[in-house]
């Protein structure tokens, strides 16, 4: 089956730096996306990796071990606006084709 | 102008009526999705469509349909709407060059009594 697994919550303080870990378990693994929810609002498009190491956007980078079935999302200077849900997501290679498999999310509170 | 909307955004309907939630898109994506949320389990997908005559089954279809009546547009169906299908939906929409960044409608939050 497949199953990805990352903390349901972390709290950190503004202008620190936090990490989200996200394992997965897949069949067909592809790539490792993540997506930034707020209350009441949609998923937004964070980042992707498909390939081994470090991507960087800004405040956010995404890390990927694909031998270790593992990512994570790195969040620097925190700011009190980076409160909200992540969501790591593996896109994945099935019988049906390709489809994205979210996590359970993990909730940010970010304290001043 | 929103780039993804879903018609309507909050729905209260009863146990065994018909409903169908629409998203409409503009973003000229040739893929469409249909997601679940419930809190604490994420976005569960239901369907997906990678163009107007290739509809999916997601991991939890049960219970619903899918029409995709043209590039742009993508409904969901549940021909028996039943308590447990209470949760927010949210159609999402991807481009074949970018398949993995989608982006989402506003959602939809369907209560069934």
């Known amino acids: 089956g497949q199953s990805l697994e990352q903390p349901s919550e972390v709290t950190a303080v503004e202008g620190a730096i936090v990490q989200i870990n996200c394992t997965y378990q897949t069949s067909g693994f592809y790539g490792l996306s993540w997506y930034q929810q707020h209350d009441g609002g949609a998923p937004t498009f964070l980042s992707y990796?498909?390939?081994?190491g470090l991507e960087e956007t800004g405040r956010f980078s995404s890390f990927l071990s694909r031998s270790d079935s593992y990512g994570y999302l790195l969040l620097q200077e925190l700011q009190m606006k980076d409160s909200a849900s992540y969501f790591c997501?593996?896109?994945?290679?099935?019988?049906?084709?390709?489809?994205?498999?979210f996590g359970a999310g993990t909730r940010l509170f970010v304290k001043a | 102008d929103a780039d993804v909307t879903q018609t309507p955004r909050n729905r209260i309907t009863k146990t065994g009526k018909r409903i169908m939630l629409e998203c409409s898109q503009t973003?000229?994506?040739?893929?469409m999705y249909w997601y679940r949320q419930d809190p604490g389990l994420g976005l569960r997908l239901i369907y997906y469509?990678?163009?107007?005559?290739?509809?999916n089954k997601g991991e939890i279809s049960d219970g619903y349909s899918v029409s995709r009546q043209a590039q742009a547009k993508f409904s969901l169906s549940l021909e028996s709407a039943i308590p447990n299908q209470t949760a927010l939906y949210f159609c999402a929409t991807s481009d074949f060059d970018r398949p993995y960044e989608q982006y989402f409608g506003p959602g939809t939050r369907l209560t069934v009594t």
């Open positions: 973003k000229g994506h040739d893929r």
């Open positions: 997501a593996v896109r994945d290679q099935g019988t049906g084709g390709f489809k994205t498999i």
């Open positions: 469509s990678f163009d107007v005559k290739d509809i």
């Open positions: 990796n498909a390939l081994d």
